[in-house]
């Protein structure tokens, strides 16, 4: 349906959200908020529930109204453009299928809308249910559809009309582990073969990793690193991001003394050195990937008790026993049985390795 | 799992039984009555009742006047439940009251009520003139059209609720879904929320036409004897006329009316329920 276009990576700002914010009831749930995303992208908005990646969404679909700031696709203002003109098709959590429509119908609704005619719409229906395979369900009530089926529908209903923005929110949180990871890489090959630019919004960082070519981490309104996944897992631009984006060995200490980009840290468990240079006396977090993370001496050497050995088949996960708000981990690969809890290990990682974020960034 | 639901079954026979022995049984008897003389099987008070124009004149005006009742109480009540089932806290609270209150303000007072604004000298007539709408005052107590009016004041709450129960319930994102495919407001209207709530619709056009069809005291206060309904008539049978069989007649004839509109009524509600 859409001709194939080069996609980039924000650089066109195909999608520009510029300086938006939105209060309820006086309640501030974004302010200054700066998004921009590139044709053919297909991004993600992760953070925890409740920092107002739903408020985002209806924002850009204009289905909440922004109370400042401005919207902008493909170089047009469409901040004050009603949701129905905007082209902008959405794919709720819950699906919204309208419980009154077979699936044909529901499929055939964004047509309808735009004024043809029920007979008209036959073939378009029928390409978009074989798109999602669905086209045995065509004649069925929405009702009687599984979770899985229910989503291929509002699926090929939001396809049908050539959108030229597809938001999704949370659109995996209703299916199990499963299904989700078959329907990511099938939504996923879907929408790369249109070269739809498409936002996904979700809480899990897995499908966020797996699905898009950026990942806008949000927080309390904030967008705290917009990156590729690699980038925010080996570069993390706040603890924020590093813990949710992936698990990490985390230290929490005070910096006792630092030369030119290199700190000595007190911690819980004995001085450990990382890159950075602070003021002495500031209270900074580490962190290390946990496959950074060995059981050898290395350039900061830890003794750890260990509270749990957890054998995961292609990999094994050291937990030591740490002080709250810390966390020991450490992972070796394959599937490693010579550790039990209670042993002592030696955790062993390189400065160049550690992450170090000053404490309530 | 049977034999549980059976046993929960039983919950329903007290308002089953209280139902057969206020309300079928005399009915029945009263419908028995209507098709008999002199304890013979007999159809003639039907034919006689229908031979009369002046009766066929009054079954019209009572299915006309019950049917534009409705027709306006739909009119009012549809806009008033889109806005209900919107509100929120101190506003929903509001409107619930401003629905059930006047439900404890006794027809009677609000019949008085009304011919203060209604008559000719009333208080909408002196509004009218002195706006230079009408020159003469208009005669509005004593019409149909003031029943009607009056009737759709009284039974509104009955098409407000069901229609706004339902509303409520819908799924805030269909009309969203909607317009995010390129549903103008009017497409989303037409085609979302109307058949939505169509159910409840038909539940309270169902509730204010049986209730329409079969009023006496609205009817009694606001047009008097002049213009009868088939109430006023069954009334009239039985209190003046002691003519037992007519009033059981009309009483039967009225019935049936109710009983078929509820019975299609409940038949549209279930069919549009089981597409959804
Ligand atoms: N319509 C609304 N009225 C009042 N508060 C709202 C409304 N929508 C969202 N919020 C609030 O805004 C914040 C962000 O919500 P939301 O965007 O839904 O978060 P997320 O999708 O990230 O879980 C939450 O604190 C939520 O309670
Ligand atoms: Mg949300």
Redesign the pocket.
């Known amino acids: 349906m859409a001709p194939p276009a080069p996609r980039d990576m924000g650089d066109s700002k195909y999608l520009d959200v510029n300086a938006v914010g939105?209060a309820?009831?006086g309640?501030s749930?974004?302010s200054g908020m700066d998004f921009r995303v590139g044709r053919g992208e297909l991004v993600s908005?992760l953070?925890?529930?409740?920092?107002?990646?739903?408020?985002?969404?209806?924002i850009i679909a204009g289905l909440?109204t922004a109370d400042s700031g401005e919207v902008l696709l493909d170089g047009r203002a469409i901040t004050s453009a009603p949701a129905h003109k905007r082209n902008i098709s959405v794919v709720f959590q819950s699906y919204a299928l309208f419980p009154h429509l077979t699936v044909a119908e529901n499929v055939a609704f964004g047509l309808r809308a735009r004024g043809h005619a029920k007979t008209d719409c036959g073939p378009k229906v029928a390409e978009a249910l074989a798109l999602v395979r669905m086209s045995d369900f065509a004649e069925r009530k929405v009702a009687a559809l599984s979770g899985g089926q229910q989503q291929r529908v509002a699926v090929a209903r939001a396809l049908i009309v050539d959108p030229v923005l597809l938001l999704l929110?949370?659109p995996f949180s209703a299916l199990d582990r499963k299904l989700r990871e078959t329907m990511q890489v099938e939504l996923k090959t879907l929408l790369r073969d249109r070269n739809m630019t498409a936002i996904f919004?979700t809480?899990d960082q897995d499908e966020a990793m797996g699905v898009s070519d950026r990942i806008a981490v949000?927080n309390a309104?904030q967008i705290e690193q917009f990156a590729t996944p690699s980038e925010l897992y080996a570069r993390p631009a706040s603890a924020f991001v590093m813990d949710f984006v992936g698990l990490s060995t985390r230290l929490n200490g005070e910096v006792i003394e630092s030369t030119e980009n290199r700190s000595t840290i007190r911690s819980a468990y004995g001085t450990v050195h990382a890159p950075g240079t602070f003021v002495p006396g500031t209270k900074v977090t580490i962190g290390v990937r946990p496959e950074l993370v060995k059981t050898r001496a290395a350039e900061n050497t830890l003794r750890v008790t260990l509270a749990d050995a957890m054998v995961l088949g292609s990999k094994t996960q050291l937990h030591g026993r740490a002080e709250a708000g810390d966390r020991l981990l450490c992972e070796v690969p394959g599937m490693n049985s010579d550790y039990a809890p209670g042993d002592t290990v030696t955790f062993g990682w390189d400065v160049a390795d550690s992450l170090v974020y000053e404490t309530g960034t | 799992m049977t034999g549980r639901a059976e046993r929960i079954g039983l919950l329903a026979l007290p308002g089953l039984s209280f139902l057969a022995v206020i309300y079928a049984l005399p009915l029945f008897m009263l419908l028995l009555k209507s098709v008999q003389i002199d304890g013979q099987f007999s159809f003639a008070e039907y034919v006689a009742f229908f031979s009369d124009s002046y009766n066929l004149s009054v079954l019209w005006r009572t299915v006309r006047v019950a049917l534009l009742t409705t027709g306006l109480a739909l009119i009012i009540a549809y806009p008033t439940a889109i806005v209900m089932a919107r509100a929120k806290g101190f506003w929903l609270s509001v409107f619930l009251v401003a629905m059930v209150l006047p439900m404890s303000v006794g027809v009677v007072v609000k019949a008085f009520a009304w011919t203060i604004l209604f008559r000719t000298r009333g208080v909408l007539n002196d509004t009218l003139m002195s706006l230079g709408i009408t020159d003469a005052p208009i005669r509005m107590l004593f019409t149909e059209t003031a029943l009607i009016i009056g009737a759709a004041n009284v039974f509104l709450p009955f098409m407000v609720l069901p229609i706004y129960a339902v509303l409520r319930q819908m799924d805030s994102r269909l009309p969203e879904a909607a317009a995010s495919l390129g549903a103008t407001p009017v497409f989303r209207f037409m085609n979302v929320t109307l058949p939505l709530s169509l159910p409840g619709v038909v539940a309270g056009c169902a509730f204010t036409f049986s209730l329409a069809i079969s009023m006496y005291v609205i009817p009694s206060l606001i047009v008097g004897e002049r213009q009868q309904t088939l109430s006023m008539l069954t009334a009239r049978s039985f209190l003046y006329l002691r003519n037992e069989a007519l009033g059981a007649t009309i009483s039967s004839i009225l019935l049936l009316i109710a009983i078929s509109v509820v019975l299609t009524s409940s038949w549209a509600a279930n069919r549009l329920g089981a597409r959804q």
């Open positions: 939105k309820f009831k309640t749930v974004m908005l953070g925890p529930s409740g920092c107002g990646k739903t408020t985002l969404l209806r909440t929110d949370e919004v809480h949000m309104g």
